[in-house]
């Protein structure tokens, strides 16, 4: 169109565009109109961010789920993930959900058992047991790896093992 305009937001208010506080123009509304402009307007929809049990209602004129999510404040961090991807075009149902996800290392300790051995003795009389030494359980020590998504345990894996007392 063409305006008699001293700036875009001038020039869109005359051809009464409104425009809402998450519309994203490609130009700020202070350029001035001495020459031509193309100009892109990208008019903000209102999407719903399920994350941490709650859902946030958030307009926004990204283009990128991950755009929506920086905007709505909800960026993903660490092994954070979304659905759809934070690569992904906003979806058309305009619902995102994130998945917190953290991982830990915990430490594992199990008994394991002392052998028992008995050795026959000429010197003693038939049915007769003398402890020579007493047995004493080992330790064994696993390093598990445990994975949470929204704070409940989704997998658990061994990652390494090893005997920190024999038996």
């Known amino acids: 169109f063409y305006s008699s305009a001293a700036t875009l937001g001038a020039a869109l208010w005359e051809q009464q565009i409104e425009l809402s506080a998450s519309d994203t123009v490609s130009l700020p509304l202070t350029t ?18 399920i994350v941490d049990d709650n859902q946030v209602e958030v307009s926004t ?38 998945t917190r996800v953290r ?38 020590v696993s390093s598990v790896r445990v994975r949470y998504e929204n704070d409940e345990e989704v997998s658990r894996e061994v ?3 090893w005997i920190s007392l024999a038996p």
């Not at 001035?32 to 929809?45: D, F, M, T, W």
């Not at 789920?65 to 934070?86: H, K, N, R, W, Y």
């Open 61 to 98: 004129a990204a283009a990128t789920v991950g755009e929506a999510l920086a905007d709505a404040g909800v960026p993903l961090q660490g092994l954070d993930t979304s659905d759809p991807a934070e690569d992904q075009p906003l979806p058309a149902d305009g619902v995102i959900e994130v």
């Open 32 to 49: 001035q109109l001495n020459e031509p402009l193309n100009v892109e307007i990208y008019s903000a929809k209102l999407i719903t961010i």
């Open 103 to 140: 991982e830990e290392t915990l430490l594992e300790e199990s008994a394991i058992a002392f052998s028992e051995v008995r050795v026959a003795d000429a010197e003693m009389i038939m049915g007769q047991e003398e402890v020579r030494q007493t047995g004493e359980n080992g330790i064994q």
């Open 159 to 161: 990652e390494q093992q």
